[in-house]
């Protein structure tokens, strides 16, 4: 088997000891909707809220959920046509410094920290937990990525270190 049959098997490619599951990282994103999914379906169907501190309750989740918006959307927009859901970065792709990637290197990851706990806060505490695995689960995907990148690009060391901040400006 050669390296890149071993990289299709869901084997780890240098630079990272964590799985690339699939040759774009499909299994990534499989795990991904599974856990959006089940944030959606634990606010959906979880027990509601009570109405105890529900004004300030919701002023935070609309606030998260704006927040989450702008980092979303300016991750997006920012990659135009490189945007992919796979964390494998598309072949001849450029990496991006200006915008939200100026202030965070993985801004649409962030964003959605915002929105599924926004949607948490909105819907039922049951989906505070899936909402909470977000975080974990981006920080081990953003090291898959980040091994991938520098691996396709000789500057993104030193764009990680001019970016310290992974996902939430100012922040972390």
């Known amino acids: 088997m050669d390296g890149n049959e071993v990289q299709r098997a869901g084997a780890a490619v240098p630079g990272s000891r964590l799985p690339a599951l699939g040759p774009h990282g499909e299994g990534w994103v499989a795990i991904q909707a599974v856990l959006f999914l089940t944030t959606a379906y634990c606010g959906r169907r979880g027990p509601r809220w009570s109405r105890a501190a529900a004004p300030l309750r ?3 989740a609309a606030s998260l959920l704006a927040a989450g918006a702008a980092l979303f959307a300016g991750g997006s927009w920012r990659l135009g046509r490189q945007l992919t859901p796979f964390p494998k970065p598309v072949a001849h792709g450029e990496v991006r410094r200006e915008g939200a990637y100026g202030l965070v290197r993985h801004p649409i990851y962030g964003g959605v920290f915002f929105i599924s706990t926004a949607w948490a806060l909105f819907s ?17 995907k953003r090291r898959r990525e980040e091994a991938w990148l520098s691996a396709e690009h000789p500057h993104y060391d030193d764009y990680r270190r001019e970016v310290p901040r992974r996902f939430i400006p100012f922040v972390w």
């Open 58 to 60: 919701l002023l935070a």
């Open 124 to 140: 039922s505490p049951a989906a505070l937990l899936p909402a909470a695995l977000t975080v974990p689960f981006f920080d081990v």
